[in-house]
């Protein structure tokens, strides 16, 4: 058993978060940071993700054929948590993870030699977005009973039905559609298809209004008649939940770890705070009140990497991880609403005032516990794999 | 005992509905196989029988029947 990263994996991640920090935070007018005013604006960071695709974020998992850099799960972790600890916009970062992870891994999965080298390239230099589009409002947790039908006609697939929270929708240019060829079976009839931005039938609506991660752009996706050739089927009819299986595993090691990264970001911010802060003629960090919520906030994170390096461990062995990903998932999501919850309340009034930029983390760390499989259907694949 | 009785065993301790499952009966009709007990018959597999699926391999006519998951449980032993 080895706790220590090597020499390499150290010096990768470091030289994620000095990316990170040198082109992912820039200040904006007066105190407040870039990131402060976009926000207001719900505005996508695009230069951001182009600096991301340049430094080799959008191509980390991707093999050297297809333009990328052929790393391991290990290393995808490693990064996004040097992402999160060092970049401030984390709806960037959920951006970046929903192209990297439930796009361009399932393609590089499963898509054929022919559709990898068509999308692939384009995607790792940020030329083309990808999105995901599997929720509907009929189908949240119950991801298979889905609506949206795929309908054999002549030959070409028909795609109907409508899709809703669908990461990077406004911006992308390529949609990974998951519909049904028969609904009686269930998650066996799903079945994934990519289709392209101007298809004829294919509508995106107007960005979502969300209650954080409000510079990732999320909408609706209507798709009417949407002609498909079978050769635009990821993998093959009826594997669309393998597809969805495998790519939740990936995300929920990856975009976990980004909000590990901001636990520690929040953690180290928050301890410069408590020892800055004089109340009743000493540092409020001084009182036990505010430093167990500190050592709690230390806790998380400590626990919180160990189960997510755990599963990259795994699965760069190849190892199934479905009930580890689970625990992780769980595990790190509430500790990241916790940690966000406490971080605001160590700086009081000033925590909830928006100029400090603490309260957003709080706004952010909620969808961690819907996105990716809510918690509470975390907790049922936990339960089940323990025979319940 | 023969894979496909253990297969057989499996799926009666989960449900009465496996009773007197045949091996070409379909799990799906049968309402055996929802995409929660997909993940749990994986892992039993996977334990049970000491092979490793690929995410490839988690095609629906793999697990249409009992036939069909003790056919792919032969060939990755093979």
Partial sequence: MDFALSEEQAAFKKSVFDFAKKELDPRGAGSHSAMFEREKQSAFFEEGFKKCAEFGILSLPIPEEYGGLGRDVIDCTLAMQAL??????SGLLFTVSSHVFTCEIPLLLFGSAEQKQRYLPRMVTGELIGCHAMSEPEAGSDAFSIRTTAELRDGKYYLNGSKTFISN???????LVFATTDRKKGWAGVTGFLVERGQKGLTVGKPLDKMGLKTSPTGEVTLEDVEVDP????GRKGQGSAIFNAEMEWERSCLFAIHLGTMQRQL???VAYVKDRKQFGQSIGSFQAVSHKIADMRVRIELGELILYKVAWMKSRGMRASLESAISKLFVSESYVQSSLDAVQLRGGYGYMSEYEVERDVR???GSRIYSGTNEIQKNIIASLLGL | MTTEDILKGYFSEKSDKAKDLGPTDSLLEKGLLDSMAL???IVFLEERFGIVLGDEEFDPDNFETLDAIAKLIEAKRA
Wanted: glycine share 8%; charged share 15%; proline share 8%.
């Fill in chain 1, 364 to 366: 952010d760390a909620i």
């Fill in chain 1, 169 to 175: 929708a406004p911006i992308a240019g390529l949609f």
């Fill in chain 1, 268 to 270: 180290a911010t928050t």
């Fill in chain 1, 231 to 234: 050769s635009m089927i990821l």
């Fill in chain 1, 84 to 89: 999160g600890e060092a970049c401030p916009d």
């Fill in chain 2, 39 to 41: 993940v749990k018959l």
